[in-house]
């Protein structure tokens, strides 16, 4: 039990809510998105950008920002789902971000990689700080309202 309340605690200040809740919308979105517009988000593209075994990674990946997403914005296990998103995030910041910044260029690659750069860095912040005082994690931990 004391691994569980190690990973639920939390030092952050209230606003973490504000980032928990831009980071799990954007991934919850996009997992859907994966789903319903196959060909665009999901294993066509993964196909286009050359990800291996498309038909597979697409649903796989899509399904992991769903749950990732839900459960950072509930506030639960906050850490622990921080870390599948940050992989997938680093994933898509390297297929797809460092070939335009390669053939077009420092600034389209910097216009196309703002979300990417913001959910990065919006996802280390929970991983370091936790999902603060209004939240599950909080609740879990016996530190919810502090």
Known sequence: MAFWKKIAATDAPGAALIVRLLV?????????????????????????IGIPFPHAMGP??????????????AGLLTRLASIPLLITISVAIVSTKIPILLHRGFWSMEAEARTDYA?????????????????LDAALSGEQGK
């Open 24 to 48: 799990g919308a954007v991934f919850f979105l996009e997992g859907i998105k994966k789903f319903l517009f196959v060909e665009q988000w999901g294993a066509g593209r993964f196909e286009r």
């Open 60 to 73: 796989l990946v899509g399904a992991v920002e769903i749950l990732c997403g839900l459960l950072i914005l």
């Open 119 to 135: 959910m990065l860095l919006g996802l280390v912040f929970l991983l370091v700080a936790g999902a603060g005082p209004w939240s």
